[in-house]
Antibody, heavy 120, light 107 residues
Framework: QVQLVESGGGLVKPGGSLRLSCAAS????????MSWIRQAPGKGLEWVSY????????YYADSVKGRFTISRDNAKNSLYLQMNSLRAEDTAVYYC?????????????WGQGTLVTVSS | EIVLTQSPDFQSVTPKEKVTITCRAS??????LHWYQQKPDQSPKLLIK???QSISGVPSRFSGSGSGTDFTLTINSLEAEDAATYYC?????????FGQGTKLEIK
């Protein structure tokens, strides 16, 4: 069955950095576009970033552009999110999710998420 | 950016009631609209894809309709376990967006 396991969250000071990882299994990871989605405490869902199956196409939400970098390692079935210059408003649970073969698809599966807390 | 606006933001309903949640897009998105259910302290779960396509394992009381800019999620004969927040999501643009969520409370 499909499994998505996010890790790397934690407490970080404003201006600091964190690298999130997502380990995928149960599907052909290299065929799928992947996204990071976040949810601030008590708030709704916000899409953060997207990467194509080959890694050649990447998009970011305006709120993280220039600070976050998405990447993937298809040999390791893993997705990453490098987060720099973190702000208090980046505090959220971060989820990874596949979005089909072309990206124009729903998020069929979600991980359990990893909590990032940005606070001094 | 395609803005999705859900209504209502909150609804208190009784079991066996029929519930309708709407999602309006700021521009036409065809049928690229999906619905998710999120229960407290859980990850979101896909309920309906491409406006009206059912998902295996999701109870048949959940259905979706609409196209273009106006979409509806209907829950027939609500059950206590349906207490959750419901989100719509568009994948017409690769800069995905979500609705703000509709919280259902069961009386």
């Amino acid at each position: 069955q499909v499994q998505l396991v996010e890790s790397g969250g934690g407490l970080v000071k404003p201006g600091g950095s964190l690298r999130l990882s997502c380990a995928a299994s149960g599907f052909t990871f290299s065929d799928y576009y992947m996204s990071w989605i976040r949810q601030a405490p008590g708030k709704g869902l916000e899409w953060v970033s997207y990467i194509s199956s080959s890694g050649s196409t990447i998009y970011y939400a305006d709120s993280v552009k220039g600070r976050f970098t998405i990447s993937r390692d298809n040999a390791k079935n893993s997705l990453y999110l490098q987060m720099n210059s973190l702000r208090a408003e980046d505090t959220a649970v971060y989820y990874c999710a596949p979005s089909g073969y072309s990206g124009y698809a729903p998020f069929d599966y979600w991980g359990q998420g990893t909590l990032v807390t940005v606070s001094s | 950016e395609i803005v999705l606006t859900q209504s209502p933001d909150f609804q208190s309903v009784t079991p066996k009631e029929k519930v309708t949640i709407t999602c309006r897009a700021s521009q036409s998105i065809g049928s690229s609209l999906h619905w998710y259910q999120q229960k407290p302290d859980q990850s979101p779960k896909l309920l309906i894809k491409y406006a009206s396509q059912s998902i295996s394992g999701v109870p048949s009381r959940f259905s979706g309709s609409g196209s273009g800019t106006d979409f509806t999620l209907t829950i027939n004969s609500l059950e206590a376990e349906d207490a959750a927040t419901y989100y719509c999501h568009q994948s017409s643009s690769l800069r995905y967006t979500f609705g703000q969520g509709t919280k259902l409370e069961i009386k």
